[in-house]
């Protein structure tokens, strides 16, 4: 998303732009095919969002969400997406309309027609049709400040002389040894909500070639998902559900509590941080009847054992302690048992370079790094710090995708 | 009744699930707030859904899981199969070798039969002025021919819409009757064919409206000859006229002008299903619609040539060949793609009334302000 944003800001100011993507063409716009809505301030109801959401609430709500964040990008974020739902739409971009009646109430953000996948689309359409050059399949193995980029897409390597790059690969949540560095050697059982490609490979040539590091590794999106879901790009439908009114065993079969009980929708990623912590990252939801008619339909259902001991010898947990705990701690309903195996599943880490407000990469000693600019969730962190604010990924990776390709446009006519 | 571990509906009903928990289409069509309405997802909701579906390929284009994701939805195939596989089994049977030999056979019997019963030095002279058709064959013939033809599959398929309105959970009489305008509204503005407001995505991934106009035209040209074959009957009946009527007449203007949509709207259908991206669709129901295009198709083609011709010696083959495509939409009706309008229609009214139902509740529990 914020490398199409770019694309499409300097095309619009009349750059020759190439858009490389490590992905093939039906995994392209990374993590945004899988997103559905994006936090913007506006001033009062309108025929995609109700009630009013001012840029000072929205300003504050970072502020409270990371008290860490670079208050200039929080300003610029807050400001500027107030025009980005027009913007996207003149880019073909379709959003969802209150007036049928089919989406939540939410006065912070707009929903996309069909979701991320369907903005992709729109968005790869305008920019091709633009004259944008897209390259799939294509890594990039090393930047330098001097904008030289070598590509390598196959066993083919070539060098490309470029007056500015824009860098927007987002995070390293796909990057398995990585997040062993972050989270210990547990960190191979998470699974990867979006792209696989998210491997951090640029980021870590950024960081390395001088670039100033924001936010912390260890601070990453996470929430429970189904463990059956696919290791990677496996979206929305994935989260899993029933931690709170069913009981949640780690793998030695102790009880893991959530201190706080939540009930609402925090309850997803206070559930994905508590399964990160259990040994083997791997934790069971055990339900009665009336939780597993509590959790509505699911793509992965709950697998039934009829009793005590067929659940202990599935999760090879001794019989009688696993009686005595759900004795103490289980649903009242059962047996029989319904169980949902959990993992942690993370959307996106919170380690990234530093940024000033036009997405130029600053380094080490805050000077930027002249034709380097950085957008989306590679930078996010600098608003962040790797934390969650429900639709306020795709708002950064718009707004500074268009303003880093808006400044890259002018840095090479410059 | 459908057994529950059928693959077909067991696979529809995992892709189905996947979009229940999903939500992000639900801004395109009456679909997928249908399903969200009907978690259980049993045969006959796939039913239903799938007959709600007008196969505008939208969802498959904005889908985060389509092939070759490993949860592999592909909602626009496998409705189309849920909803060939219900057509079927309402009517009960079908022919064998499928609509278009059926449609080929009916096609070419009327002509046959006219070279064979009717002498030539009558088939093949110009005839004109009223009673000039039935100068060819007799009405008692065409009449009894075409009552024969009409009231048969016109009669399953009334069967197969009983059936099937059970099986999606019918309405009483009060209901359907409240129902009615917005279910007219929904089929005549073809309100699912805009993809929530911007278009579909007929041939790839960019949005247009092309084949909903191309349908409305398809659509209304077919209701005009409807009407002119009403009109027609009216003219015949009660003011005593006999056909060939005169160019200015309502059976005349009204067929011509309808032929003319219907054909102009096949050949839009025709280009869009020709030049499509062939990815999201179930490709074995593609004889189905091209056998229907090129019925529908024929029957406009020969009746406009009737009337461009029917002062010539070639009338009496082209009346012959044009009775013949008639025969055809209708043998093959209750067989084929046609299908596809009554089921659609009990569809979208079975749709109407739940919504209007939940409306009704919302607006009970809804505190006086």
């Not at chain 1, 959530?258 to 206070?270: K, N």
């Not at chain 2, 389509?66 to 409705?79: G, M």
């Amino acid at each position: 998303m914020a490398a199409l944003c770019a694309a499409l800001a300097a095309r619009r100011k009349g750059a020759r732009v190439w858009l490389v993507d490590a992905a093939p063409p039906i995994l392209r716009g990374g993590n945004t095919r899988h997103a559905r809505n994006m936090r913007v301030a506006h001033d009062g109801p309108s025929a995609l969002v109700p009630d009013a959401y001012s840029v000072a609430a929205f300003a504050a709500d970072l502020r409270r969400a990371d008290p860490a964040a670079d208050p200039a990008l929080v300003e610029t974020l807050a400001a500027d997406s107030v025009d980005l739902p027009r913007w996207l739409a003149g880019q073909g971009v379709a959003f969802q309309p209150r007036a049928d009646g089919m989406i939540p109430y939410s006065r912070r953000t707009v929903f996309l027609l069909g979701g991320g996948t369907a903005m992709v689309n729109a968005l790869y359409r305008t920019a091709m049709a633009l004259g944008v050059r897209v390259r799939h399949d294509t890594r990039v193995e090393a930047v330098t400040p001097e904008g030289r980029v070598t590509l390598r897409r196959g066993e083919a390597r070539s060098t490309v002389a470029a007056h500015a790059v824009v860098v927007a690969t987002g995070g390293f949540q796909a990057n398995r040894r990585w997040l062993a560095e972050a989270f210990g050697p547990d960190a191979v059982g998470f699974v990867n909500r979006g792209t696989p490609h998210a491997d951090g490979a640029l980021l870590r040539a950024l960081l390395e070639a001088g670039a100033a590091p924001v936010g912390e590794a260890a601070h990453a999106h996470i929430v429970a998902v189904d463990a059956r879901s696919p290791a990677d790009d496996g979206g929305i439908v994935t989260r899993a559900d029933g931690m709170p009114w069913g009981l949640v065993l780690d793998r030695d079969g102790r009880p893991v509590d959530d201190g706080a009980h939540e009930t609402g929708s925090a309850r997803y990623s206070a559930w994905g941080r508590l399964v990160a912590g259990c040994p083997g990252a791997l934790a069971h939801v055990i339900l009665d009847a009336a939780g597993v008619a509590r959790l509505g339909r699911r793509v992965y259902p709950p697998e039934t054992m009829p009793d005590t001991d067929t659940l202990a010898r599935a999760l090879a947990l001794d019989p009688g302690a696993l009686a005595a705990t759900l004795d103490r701690a289980g649903p009242a309903g059962g047996p029989p048992w319904h169980v949902i195996p959990i993992r942690p599943g993370i959307t996106f880490t919170g380690l990234g370079v530093r940024v000033d407000a036009e997405g130029r990469v600053r380094d080490g000693a805050g000077e930027t790094m002249p034709g380097l600019f950085a957008a989306g969730m590679i930078m996010a962190p600098g608003v962040l710090g790797g934390r969650y604010l429900s639709g306020t990924a795709l708002t950064i990776s718009a707004v500074f995708g268009r303003r880093a390709g808006e400044a890259a446009a002018r840095h090479a006519f410059a | 009744m459908p057994s529950p571990d059928d693959p077909l509906f067991e696979e529809a009903r995992r892709q189905m699930t996947v979009c229940v928990v999903c939500k992000f289409c639900n801004g395109y069509c009456d679909v997928f707030r249908a399903a969200d309405e009907r978690p259980a997802l049993t045969d006959g909701d796939l039913m239903y859904l799938a007959n709600l579906c007008h196969h505008c390929r939208t969802c498959w284009y904005a889908c985060q899981y389509r092939p070759p994701h490993t949860l592999a939805v592909a909602l626009p195939a496998v409705l189309t199969r849920v909803r060939t596989r219900s057509w079927r089994r309402c009517v009960g049977f079908g022919p064998p070798g499928g609509p278009a030999l059926l449609a080929l056979v009916a096609t070419l019997l009327v002509p046959v039969l006219a070279l064979l019963l009717v002498p030539a030095e009558v088939l093949f002279a110009a005839h004109s002025g009223p009673g000039a058709f039935h100068a060819v064959i007799p009405r008692g013939p065409m009449v009894w021919g075409a009552a024969l033809a009409v009231l048969a599959p016109v009669g399953l398929v009334a069967v197969a819409m009983a059936r099937f309105w059970r099986m999606i959970g019918g309405g009483s009489p009060r209901a359907v009757w409240r129902a009615l305008p917005d279910t007219l509204r929904a089929i005549l503005a073809l309100r699912n064919l805009r993809g929530g407001g911007p278009g579909c995505n007929d041939r790839d991934d960019r949005v247009s409206s092309g084949r909903r106009h191309a349908h409305h035209l398809v659509l209304w040209g077919f209701l005009l000859t409807l009407a002119a074959t009403l009109a027609a009957a009216v003219a015949h009946h009660l003011v005593g006229m006999r056909a060939p009527y005169p160019w200015i007449s309502a059976p005349v203007l009204l067929g011509t002008v309808g032929g003319v949509a219907l054909l102009v709207g096949i050949a839009g259908m025709a280009w869009i299903k020709h030049r499509s991206d062939p990815a999201p669709d179930a490709l074995e129901s593609r004889p189905a619609e091209w056998t229907l295009l090129a019925v529908l198709g024929a029957t406009a083609a020969t009746g406009l040539a009737l009337l461009v011709l029917r002062e010539t010696a070639a009338m009496g083959l082209l009346l012959a060949l044009h009775l013949g495509t008639v025969l055809a939409f209708f043998v093959t009706l209750p067989f084929g793609k046609m299908m596809h309008a009554p089921f659609r229609a009990l569809a979208l009214l079975r749709t109407t009334i739940e919504h209007q139902s939940s409306d009704r509740r919302h607006d009970r529990t809804t505190p006086p302000v």
